[in-house]
């Protein structure tokens, strides 16, 4: 009796690892089946649970007035309504000045202006520019054989940077409907991400607080630095259309990098005004340097306004998240990178100082 129950036991031993090892590789199979199957929606999908996010809390007011489904509706309608408009006009004016620069170059007929006299007393590289410069004004087709090989790469990225800016508009419009469905689905949501975090941690409160975390990230970086970065730099960029500048699109996208990173867009802007200043007439650019220079100092009312100061996550995790976003994934890294690498930086942070869960904030159930 004993030798056979000792004989059926490795015998059930076997039968068991061969069972684990079947499902551990069904659910690997599952995952990978999964995972290539939302490949390539994944940057929509990610910039879609980002906005679901940030407009929950706005959701929950709207549904508390005119139910769940109509307040996703609404939202969804407004935003989709708010961001095609600029967005189109941003990335047409865009493509169609790097469309121009690259025409121009393969054509010969970009004309470009000499270069200013201080540019020479610069010290180190004053000079290489400055003999650069008059010679691409003096003999083009020249400068490009001498200069070409350096340019080819960055040209290649541009043109195809201005190719995915029509999909880039596109996807963000289609991540914002994601948004509105998700955020009618909201509490489903964060029950089920309380109960995978709850798996993962084996702590419903250290799960719990994760979810925090991650929601209060999302919101600090979407909300209190590219938020503000969107607003401002779309009010410097409506001077830059209204006086009629020939790159507004590739202005506007380089002042919301800027605001992004937390440089000051007078820095860009002080520039355009001294242009502006040398061609066109005087009381055009009055009115125009003091629209930038409200503009450029917007961010001063709009942080407090929207989450204080925003994160604090340091800002060299923005930046790397804003050039490696752009880098990956066009338009829409912009603002995925941003907001997925500061809640990596937050997470990781939190993992290596092991804090007790007891110390942060204590939910009972899902966060909404």
């Avoid at 006009?89 to 865009?94: A, M, N, R």
């Avoid at 909300?223 to 009010?235: D, E, N, P, R, T």
Wanted: glycine letters at 10%; charged letters at 10%; aromatic letters at 8%.
């Amino acid at each position: 009796m004993t030798s056979s129950a000792l004989n059926a036991d490795p015998a059930s031993s076997r039968q068991s690892i061969i069972h684990a090892a079947v499902q551990l590789g069904l659910v690997a199979l599952l995952v990978y089946v999964c995972a290539r199957i939302m490949l390539p929606f994944l940057g929509i999908l990610l910039w879609s649970v980002i906005l679901a996010v940030m407009l929950n809390p706005l959701h929950l007011r709207l549904s508390d007035r005119i139910g769940n489904r109509w307040s996703a509706f609404l939202i969804g309608m407004v935003g989709v309504a708010v961001v095609l408009v600029p967005m189109f006009v941003v990335v047409t004016s865009l493509g169609s000045s790097i469309y121009w620069l690259v025409s121009g170059l393969q054509n010969h007929s970009l004309t470009i202006p000499p270069p200013p006299t201080w540019l020479a007393d610069l010290p180190v590289i004053g000079a290489k520019l400055s003999e650069g410069w008059s010679l691409t004004v003096a003999n083009l087709p020249l400068a490009l054989s001498q200069y070409g090989q350096m340019l080819s790469k960055p040209a290649a990225w541009l043109a195809s940077f201005a190719g995915g800016l029509a999909t880039g508009g596109l996807s963000f419009v289609l991540s914002i409907a994601i948004a509105a469905v998700l955020v009618a689905y909201a509490k489903g949501a964060a029950a089920f991400a309380l109960r995978l975090l709850e798996l993962i941690t084996n702590s419903k409160a250290r799960g719990a607080r994760l979810i925090h975390l991650t929601a209060a990230t999302i919101r600090g970086v979407a909300v209190g630095v590219v938020g503000v970065a969107v607003i401002q730099s779309m009010l410097v960029g409506l001077g830059f259309f209204a006086i009629g500048l020939p790159a507004a699109g590739a202005l506007t996208l380089v002042t919301f990098l800027l605001a992004v990173v937390q440089i000051p867009p007078l820095l860009l802007t002080l520039p355009v005004m001294a242009y502006v200043f040398a061609t066109e007439a005087t009381t055009p650019a009055i009115i125009f340097a003091i629209w930038s220079l409200v503009a450029g100092l917007s961010d001063n009312l709009l942080k407090p306004l929207m989450l204080g100061r925003g994160s604090d996550v340091p800002m060299p995790v923005i930046l790397v998240g804003v050039i490696g976003g752009m880098i990956a994934d066009g338009l829409l890294g912009i603002f995925v990178g941003p907001v997925l690498l500061a809640v990596g930086f937050v997470l990781l942070m939190e993992w290596l100082h092991q804090r007790p869960a007891e110390d942060g904030p204590q939910i009972e159930g899902p966060t909404q």
